[in-house]
């Protein structure tokens, strides 16, 4: 990481970047989701949040709300990860659309957890897609991980990536509508390296 | 009725008897709880990292294990809880997912636990238990009248250590 780089000084530019970013990875991964699932998919314009991390679980909804999480690492030109994060009830009912099955009940199972891997993979990978595209940089995802748990555990995650930086975590929140609203929620996490080469590759400098 | 105080992440607060204080889904993070039995006063500190010396920006000396528990500390003294009596027990500090791709996330659950527990040996702070590790979030509450933990988890059994 580089200490270099004060982070706060650059706060306002990174989050401003990350927004524009978030908004056309959000496009990307609309039409991904639609291609999948064969049907209409429409998204509502992005809302992009600055949260201090007390608050964060509730305006998503709720500390214990269970929820799937998609956690990926992200390599080649840039370094850090990526994570989706949708309502547990939203997950199984894409799960089922893909599979064409009536929504079950209780724990995920085995195949219900790979294509949920499956639609995080591709939903991520529009994302990063589009950052790629943007800023001429080779952006390598991994093999996605997913846990389904309690909203502000799974949160913990990137809430540490970004608390070793500030105090505050980046949201990106997706609301996919089809027949019923689908609430996702995009969290990017470049560490502050990569942050200034994404940027120097848009032409700021910092 | 007792109240029940909430702890974000992050952050800490105390209470007193009857009351009891909680924090929603921990998961990699550590919630370290601490009580004056005679007292009866308790407090829980719902720290994200290990260590603030490793870390540039450390101004929010609620984010870590080491400057949480002795802020804890201080305002369980202040509210007249007695250094000598204090006794502490910790849940917390999964790995929620299986690959943790950066250094600074490696283990970083573990190493919440272990942080936790040098500063309270540091200072002298028994721990009385402990529930950690894992691949779990867990909600739990303290009560400081009984030091009973209370820890709640997707799809297991309440338990209490």
Not at chain 1, 44 to 59: A, S
Not at chain 1, 133 to 142: D, R
Not at chain 2, 118 to 136: C, F, M, S, V, W
């Amino acid at each position: 990481m580089a200490e270099n780089i004060s982070f706060q000084k650059v706060t306002t530019e990174y989050y401003d970047v990350l927004k524009e970013l978030g908004n056309i990875g959000a496009g990307n991964a609309t039409t991904a989701l639609a291609q999948m699932l064969q049907a209409k998919v429409d998204m509502k314009v992005p809302q992009v949040r600055l949260l201090d991390f007390k608050d964060v679980g509730e305006v998503m909804g709720g500390e214990e709300q269970m929820v799937v999480g998609i956690y990926l690492a992200v390599e080649g030109d840039i370094t850090g990860s990526i994570m989706f994060v949708l309502e547990q009830h939203a997950g199984r009912d894409l799960v089922s659309r893909l599979m064409g099955m009536p929504p079950a009940e209780g724990e995920f199972n085995e195949m219900e957890i790979s294509a949920m891997k499956e639609i995080g993979n591709i939903i991520t990978g529009a994302y990063l897609n589009s950052i790629a595209m943007m800023t001429n940089l080779k952006i390598l995802p991994s093999v996605p991980d997913l846990s389904v748990d309690m909203l502000n555990a799974i949160l913990s995650v990137p809430a540490i990536e970004f608390g070793i930086m500030g105090d505050q975590i980046l949201l990106i929140q997706t609301v996919f509508t089809d027949d019923v609203d689908l609430n996702g929620y995009f969290i990017l996490m470049p560490d502050l390296e990569s942050y200034s080469k994404m940027l120097g590759a848009l032409g700021i400098s910092i | 009725m007792a109240n029940i105080v909430k702890v974000g992440m992050a952050d800490l607060n105390v209470c007193k008897s009857p009351d009891g204080i909680t924090t929603l889904g921990l998961g990699s993070c550590v919630g370290i709880c601490i009580r004056d039995p005679i007292a009866k006063v308790g407090g829980l500190a719902h720290a994200m990292l290990p260590d603030s010396t490793q870390i540039e920006n450390n101004s929010n000396r609620f984010k870590f294990a080491d400057t949480g528990i002795e802020d804890l500390v201080k305002k369980l003294v202040a509210m007249g809880g007695s250094r000598a009596r204090f006794e502490a027990k910790i849940a917390g500090g999964a790995q929620m997912f299986a690959f943790q791709n950066k250094s600074d996330m490696v283990r970083v659950g573990e190493r919440n636990v272990e942080a936790s527990k040098k500063k309270l040996r540091e200072l002298g702070i028994p721990l009385k238990a402990q529930d950690t590790g894992l691949n779990y979030g867990r909600t739990i509450i303290f009560y400081p009248e009984t030091g009973d933990l209370i820890i709640r988890s997707a799809g297991k059994p309440e338990k209490k250590i």
